[in-house]
Protein backbone atom coordinates (compact mmCIF):
# COMPACT_ATOMS: atom_id res chain seq x y z
CA UNK A 1 0.00 0.00 0.00
CA UNK A 2 1.21 3.46 -0.42
CA UNK A 3 2.22 5.76 2.06
CA UNK A 4 -0.12 8.34 3.30
CA UNK A 5 2.68 10.22 3.73
CA UNK A 6 3.28 10.93 0.09
CA UNK A 7 0.14 9.87 -1.47
CA UNK A 8 -3.50 11.00 -1.06
CA UNK A 9 -5.41 7.76 -1.68
CA UNK A 10 -8.81 8.85 -3.23
CA UNK A 11 -10.79 5.71 -2.97
CA UNK A 12 -12.07 3.32 -1.91
CA UNK A 13 -13.62 2.75 -5.52
CA UNK A 14 -16.76 0.32 -6.41
CA UNK A 15 -15.78 -2.93 -8.48
CA UNK A 16 -18.50 -1.71 -10.97
CA UNK A 17 -16.53 1.09 -11.64
CA UNK A 18 -13.09 -0.55 -12.45
CA UNK A 19 -14.69 -2.80 -14.52
CA UNK A 20 -16.10 -0.35 -16.46
CA UNK A 21 -12.92 1.50 -16.46
CA UNK A 22 -11.14 -2.09 -17.43
CA UNK A 23 -14.09 -2.80 -20.06
CA UNK A 24 -14.24 -6.25 -18.03
CA UNK A 25 -17.14 -8.04 -16.71
CA UNK A 26 -17.97 -7.86 -13.18
CA UNK A 27 -17.74 -11.04 -11.55
CA UNK A 28 -21.08 -13.09 -11.19
CA UNK A 29 -20.12 -14.25 -7.66
CA UNK A 30 -18.75 -10.18 -6.76
CA UNK A 31 -21.76 -8.56 -4.47
CA UNK A 32 -23.18 -5.19 -5.57
CA UNK A 33 -21.27 -3.21 -2.81
CA UNK A 34 -18.08 -4.92 -3.76
CA UNK A 35 -15.49 -1.63 -2.76
CA UNK A 36 -11.27 -2.09 -3.65
CA UNK A 37 -9.98 0.39 -1.21
CA UNK A 38 -6.17 0.23 -2.16
CA UNK A 39 -3.49 -1.48 -4.66
CA UNK A 40 -0.97 -3.07 -3.24
CA UNK A 41 1.76 -6.46 -3.66
CA UNK A 42 0.71 -10.15 -3.63
CA UNK A 43 2.26 -10.49 -0.39
CA UNK A 44 1.33 -7.65 1.26
CA UNK A 45 -2.26 -7.14 0.38
CA UNK A 46 -5.67 -7.84 2.40
CA UNK A 47 -9.40 -8.76 1.27
CA UNK A 48 -10.11 -5.08 0.38
CA UNK A 49 -7.05 -4.72 -1.85
CA UNK A 50 -6.52 -5.51 -6.23
CA UNK A 51 -3.14 -6.96 -6.59
CA UNK A 52 -1.75 -7.83 -10.47
CA UNK A 53 0.42 -10.62 -11.68
CA UNK A 54 2.13 -10.69 -14.59
CA UNK A 55 2.36 -14.02 -16.76
CA UNK A 56 1.74 -17.60 -15.12
CA UNK A 57 4.73 -17.24 -12.57
CA UNK A 58 2.95 -13.81 -11.36
CA UNK A 59 -0.45 -16.03 -11.06
CA UNK A 60 1.41 -18.86 -9.16
CA UNK A 61 1.78 -16.88 -5.97
CA UNK A 62 -2.03 -15.67 -5.81
CA UNK A 63 -2.59 -18.97 -3.65
CA UNK A 64 -0.47 -17.49 -0.95
CA UNK A 65 -2.07 -13.80 -1.15
CA UNK A 66 -4.76 -12.60 1.18
CA UNK A 67 -5.80 -10.24 -1.60
CA UNK A 68 -9.38 -9.83 -2.40
CA UNK A 69 -8.86 -8.45 -5.65
CA UNK A 70 -6.73 -9.43 -8.79
CA UNK A 71 -5.80 -8.70 -12.32
CA UNK A 72 -4.53 -12.01 -14.35
CA UNK A 73 -4.02 -12.41 -17.99
CA UNK A 74 -7.00 -13.83 -19.95
CA UNK A 75 -5.32 -16.50 -21.26
CA UNK A 76 -4.13 -17.92 -18.30
CA UNK A 77 -6.03 -20.97 -16.53
CA UNK A 78 -5.31 -21.08 -12.64
CA UNK A 79 -7.51 -21.98 -9.65
CA UNK A 80 -7.48 -18.98 -7.52
CA UNK A 81 -8.39 -19.46 -3.62
CA UNK A 82 -12.23 -18.86 -3.14
CA UNK A 83 -11.89 -15.62 -1.16
CA UNK A 84 -10.59 -13.74 -4.53
CA UNK A 85 -12.52 -12.50 -7.30
CA UNK A 86 -10.09 -12.44 -10.32
CA UNK A 87 -10.37 -9.84 -13.23
CA UNK A 88 -9.15 -11.67 -16.43
CA UNK A 89 -7.66 -8.38 -18.50
CA UNK A 90 -5.77 -8.39 -21.69
CA UNK A 91 -2.19 -6.74 -19.74
CA UNK A 92 -2.53 -6.75 -15.97
CA UNK A 93 0.26 -4.41 -16.26
CA UNK A 94 -1.99 -2.02 -18.06
CA UNK A 95 -4.75 -2.84 -16.23
CA UNK A 96 -3.24 -2.05 -12.84
CA UNK A 97 -1.89 1.10 -13.88
CA UNK A 98 -5.70 2.06 -14.90
CA UNK A 99 -6.57 1.18 -11.32
CA UNK A 100 -3.67 3.24 -9.55
CA UNK A 101 -4.14 5.69 -11.67
CA UNK A 102 -8.27 6.21 -10.26
CA UNK A 103 -7.06 5.66 -6.76
CA UNK A 104 -3.86 8.09 -6.92
CA UNK A 105 -4.70 10.55 -9.27
CA UNK A 106 -1.96 13.09 -8.07
CA UNK A 107 0.44 10.13 -8.00
CA UNK A 108 3.44 12.08 -10.08
CA UNK A 109 6.07 14.77 -8.85
CA UNK A 110 5.87 16.24 -5.28
CA UNK A 111 3.93 19.76 -5.79
CA UNK A 112 3.40 21.41 -3.31
CA UNK A 113 1.69 25.57 -2.91
CA UNK A 114 3.22 27.61 -0.88
CA UNK A 115 4.76 30.91 -0.53
CA UNK A 116 7.65 30.37 2.15
CA UNK A 117 10.62 28.54 0.78
CA UNK A 118 10.72 27.02 4.60
CA UNK A 119 7.01 25.72 5.11
CA UNK A 120 5.69 26.52 8.49
CA UNK A 121 4.18 22.85 8.63
CA UNK A 122 7.85 21.62 7.94
CA UNK A 123 9.51 19.91 11.32
CA UNK A 124 13.12 21.52 12.08
CA UNK A 125 15.62 19.91 14.84
CA UNK A 126 17.74 22.34 16.47
CA UNK A 127 21.12 23.74 14.60
CA UNK A 128 19.86 23.20 11.07
CA UNK A 129 21.77 24.80 8.48
CA UNK A 130 19.51 25.94 5.52
CA UNK A 131 21.49 27.36 2.79
CA UNK A 132 20.11 30.30 0.13
CA UNK A 133 17.01 28.83 -2.09
CA UNK A 134 16.97 25.74 -0.54
CA UNK A 135 13.04 24.84 -0.60
CA UNK A 136 11.37 22.31 2.21
CA UNK A 137 8.11 21.09 1.96
CA UNK A 138 5.26 20.69 4.41
CA UNK A 139 4.97 17.87 6.95
CA UNK A 140 9.18 17.66 5.92
CA UNK A 141 11.13 16.73 9.12
CA UNK A 142 15.07 17.36 9.42
CA UNK A 143 17.08 16.30 12.26
CA UNK A 144 19.28 18.34 14.63
CA UNK A 145 22.66 19.46 13.08
CA UNK A 146 21.88 18.08 9.22
CA UNK A 147 23.03 20.86 6.96
CA UNK A 148 21.19 21.58 3.94
CA UNK A 149 22.68 22.61 0.83
CA UNK A 150 21.82 25.60 -1.78
CA UNK A 151 18.94 24.86 -3.98
CA UNK A 152 17.98 21.35 -2.34
CA UNK A 153 14.60 20.63 -2.24
CA UNK A 154 13.43 18.65 0.10
CA UNK A 155 10.01 17.51 -0.60
CA UNK A 156 6.65 16.86 1.53
CA UNK A 157 6.44 14.55 4.20
CA UNK A 158 10.70 13.68 3.58
CA UNK A 159 12.38 12.82 7.10
CA UNK A 160 16.03 13.34 6.90
CA UNK A 161 17.77 11.83 10.11
CA UNK A 162 20.42 13.79 12.41
CA UNK A 163 24.11 15.04 11.29
CA UNK A 164 23.07 14.49 7.81
CA UNK A 165 24.46 17.09 4.71
CA UNK A 166 22.31 17.28 1.75
CA UNK A 167 24.30 19.02 -1.14
CA UNK A 168 23.34 22.14 -3.21
CA UNK A 169 20.82 20.89 -5.80
CA UNK A 170 19.73 17.77 -4.29
CA UNK A 171 15.78 16.84 -4.69
CA UNK A 172 14.90 14.09 -2.23
CA UNK A 173 11.19 13.32 -2.44
CA UNK A 174 8.95 9.97 -1.12
CA UNK A 175 11.87 9.01 1.14
CA UNK A 176 12.79 8.10 4.40
CA UNK A 177 16.70 9.08 4.91
CA UNK A 178 18.58 7.98 8.58
CA UNK A 179 21.29 9.59 10.72
CA UNK A 180 24.98 10.81 8.87
CA UNK A 181 23.48 10.33 5.92
CA UNK A 182 25.53 12.44 2.91
CA UNK A 183 23.87 13.77 -0.47
CA UNK A 184 26.30 15.17 -2.64
CA UNK A 185 25.27 17.53 -5.01
CA UNK A 186 22.99 17.32 -8.06
CA UNK A 187 21.79 13.79 -6.36
CA UNK A 188 18.01 12.47 -7.52
CA UNK A 189 16.41 10.62 -4.56
CA UNK A 190 13.04 9.38 -5.17
CA UNK A 191 11.66 10.07 -8.61
CA UNK A 192 9.48 7.95 -10.39
CA UNK A 193 10.76 4.49 -11.48
CA UNK A 194 11.18 3.87 -15.37
CA UNK A 195 7.65 1.79 -15.40
CA UNK A 196 5.43 1.27 -18.31
CA UNK A 197 2.64 -0.91 -19.96
CA UNK A 198 3.37 -0.59 -23.50
CA UNK A 199 0.81 -1.49 -26.48
CA UNK A 200 -0.02 -0.58 -29.62
CA UNK A 201 -1.16 2.58 -28.83
CA UNK A 202 2.41 3.12 -27.19
CA UNK A 203 3.41 3.45 -23.32
CA UNK A 204 1.39 4.04 -20.90
CA UNK A 205 3.40 5.15 -17.68
CA UNK A 206 2.40 3.04 -14.63
CA UNK A 207 2.11 5.11 -11.39
CA UNK A 208 4.92 4.33 -9.21
CA UNK A 209 3.85 4.54 -5.22
CA UNK A 210 6.67 3.37 -3.38
CA UNK A 211 9.21 4.96 -1.54
CA UNK A 212 13.32 5.46 -1.14
CA UNK A 213 14.29 4.20 2.72
CA UNK A 214 18.07 5.40 2.88
CA UNK A 215 20.02 4.39 5.98
CA UNK A 216 21.90 5.43 8.62
CA UNK A 217 25.55 6.46 7.24
CA UNK A 218 25.09 5.97 3.83
CA UNK A 219 26.81 7.96 1.15
CA UNK A 220 25.50 9.06 -2.00
CA UNK A 221 27.53 10.90 -5.08
CA UNK A 222 26.95 13.97 -6.94
CA UNK A 223 24.27 13.19 -9.98
CA UNK A 224 23.22 9.52 -8.61
CA UNK A 225 19.53 8.82 -8.97
CA UNK A 226 17.77 6.67 -7.10
CA UNK A 227 14.28 5.99 -8.25
CA UNK A 228 11.05 5.13 -5.56
CA UNK A 229 9.51 2.05 -5.71
CA UNK A 230 6.40 1.04 -7.92
CA UNK A 231 4.35 -0.15 -4.70
CA UNK A 232 7.17 -1.67 -2.49
CA UNK A 233 10.46 0.26 -1.54
CA UNK A 234 14.04 1.02 -2.98
CA UNK A 235 16.01 0.20 -0.02
CA UNK A 236 19.44 1.24 0.35
CA UNK A 237 21.63 -0.84 3.39
CA UNK A 238 23.02 1.08 6.45
CA UNK A 239 27.30 2.09 5.65
CA UNK A 240 26.24 1.26 1.81
CA UNK A 241 28.68 4.06 -0.30
CA UNK A 242 27.33 4.64 -4.06
CA UNK A 243 29.57 7.14 -6.10
CA UNK A 244 28.65 10.04 -8.58
CA UNK A 245 26.96 9.10 -11.56
CA UNK A 246 24.88 5.99 -10.11
CA UNK A 247 21.78 4.70 -11.68
CA UNK A 248 19.50 2.69 -8.95
CA UNK A 249 15.65 1.35 -10.33
CA UNK A 250 12.79 0.80 -8.69
CA UNK A 251 12.42 -1.59 -6.17
CA UNK A 252 16.01 -2.40 -5.73
CA UNK A 253 17.26 -3.82 -2.57
CA UNK A 254 21.11 -2.98 -1.67
CA UNK A 255 22.59 -5.06 1.43
CA UNK A 256 24.50 -3.07 4.08
CA UNK A 257 28.19 -1.84 3.39
CA UNK A 258 28.09 -1.97 -0.59
CA UNK A 259 30.57 0.00 -2.53
CA UNK A 260 29.41 0.88 -5.82
CA UNK A 261 31.37 2.83 -8.01
CA UNK A 262 30.85 5.40 -10.68
CA UNK A 263 28.93 4.88 -13.72
CA UNK A 264 27.12 2.07 -12.57
CA UNK A 265 23.40 1.16 -13.24
CA UNK A 266 21.50 -0.82 -11.23
CA UNK A 267 17.53 -2.05 -13.60
CA UNK A 268 14.52 -2.51 -11.11
CA UNK A 269 14.07 -5.25 -8.38
CA UNK A 270 17.80 -6.47 -8.08
CA UNK A 271 19.19 -7.37 -4.81
CA UNK A 272 22.41 -7.33 -3.68
CA UNK A 273 23.33 -8.49 -0.15
CA UNK A 274 25.77 -7.30 2.24
CA UNK A 275 29.10 -6.12 1.42
CA UNK A 276 28.73 -6.59 -2.32
CA UNK A 277 31.38 -4.50 -4.28
CA UNK A 278 30.16 -3.26 -8.33
CA UNK A 279 33.34 -1.79 -10.06
CA UNK A 280 33.05 1.28 -12.51
CA UNK A 281 30.52 0.66 -15.15
CA UNK A 282 29.28 -2.20 -14.21
CA UNK A 283 25.46 -3.58 -15.68
CA UNK A 284 22.63 -5.28 -13.68
CA UNK A 285 19.31 -6.22 -15.30
CA UNK A 286 16.17 -6.72 -13.65
CA UNK A 287 15.74 -8.93 -10.93
CA UNK A 288 19.28 -9.81 -10.16
CA UNK A 289 19.71 -11.16 -6.96
CA UNK A 290 23.39 -10.58 -6.26
CA UNK A 291 24.85 -12.67 -2.54
CA UNK A 292 26.95 -11.43 0.10
CA UNK A 293 30.59 -10.46 -0.55
CA UNK A 294 30.22 -10.53 -4.53
CA UNK A 295 32.93 -8.23 -6.09
CA UNK A 296 31.93 -7.54 -9.68
CA UNK A 297 35.32 -6.38 -11.94
CA UNK A 298 34.75 -3.09 -13.91
CA UNK A 299 32.12 -2.97 -17.23
CA UNK A 300 31.01 -6.66 -16.14
CA UNK A 301 27.69 -7.27 -16.61
CA UNK A 302 24.47 -9.73 -15.65
CA UNK A 303 21.59 -10.92 -17.09
CA UNK A 304 18.48 -11.32 -14.93
CA UNK A 305 19.23 -14.27 -12.35
CA UNK A 306 21.32 -15.38 -9.11
CA UNK A 307 25.06 -14.98 -8.19
CA UNK A 308 26.54 -16.76 -5.27
CA UNK A 309 28.25 -14.13 -3.02
CA UNK A 310 31.85 -14.54 -1.75
CA UNK A 311 33.50 -14.56 -5.01
CA UNK A 312 35.16 -12.16 -7.21
CA UNK A 313 33.23 -12.19 -11.43
CA UNK A 314 34.22 -10.17 -14.16
CA UNK A 315 33.17 -9.98 -17.75
CA UNK A 316 29.58 -10.32 -20.30
CA UNK A 317 28.18 -12.20 -18.66
CA UNK A 318 29.73 -12.34 -15.30
CA UNK A 319 31.78 -15.27 -14.51
CA UNK A 320 34.35 -16.29 -11.27
CA UNK A 321 37.31 -13.94 -12.06
CA UNK A 322 40.09 -16.57 -13.04
CA UNK A 323 37.68 -18.09 -15.68
CA UNK A 324 37.00 -14.89 -17.31
CA UNK A 325 41.08 -14.35 -17.18
CA UNK A 326 41.53 -17.07 -18.47
CA UNK A 327 39.18 -16.30 -21.41
CA UNK A 328 40.42 -13.07 -21.76
CA UNK A 329 44.08 -14.01 -22.13
CA UNK A 330 43.02 -16.98 -24.31
CA UNK A 331 41.63 -14.42 -26.82
CA UNK A 332 44.68 -12.14 -26.82
CA UNK A 333 46.83 -15.05 -27.56
CA UNK A 334 44.43 -15.63 -30.90
CA UNK A 335 45.05 -11.97 -32.26
CA UNK A 336 48.71 -12.54 -32.15
CA UNK A 337 50.88 -12.76 -35.54
CA UNK A 338 51.54 -16.46 -36.21
CA UNK A 339 55.59 -16.92 -35.89
CA UNK A 340 57.15 -17.63 -39.21
CA UNK A 341 59.37 -20.96 -39.64
CA UNK A 342 62.84 -19.97 -41.39
CA UNK A 343 63.76 -23.36 -43.20
Avoid at 271 to 278: A, N, Q
Wanted: hydrophobic fraction near 40%; charge should be negative.
Amino acid sequence: MADPRFYSNRGPVSLAEICARLGVEIPVEAPADAWVVDVATVDGAGPEHLVFCAGKAGANLLPRSLAGYALVESGLSIAPPQRMMILKVASPTSAFGTVARLLYPDHGLSQWDQKEAISPAANIGECVRVAPGAVIGPDAEIGDHTCIGANAVIGPGVAIGRNSEIGSNVTITHSYAGDEVLILSGAQIGQPGFGFASGAGGHAKIPQLGRVIVQDRVEIGACTTIDRGALGDTVIGEGTKIDNLVQIGHNCRIGRHCVIVGQVGVSGSCELGDFVVLGGQVGLADHVKIGDGARLAARSALAPGELPGGQDYGGVPARPIKEWRRQMAAIARLGQPRKQNVG
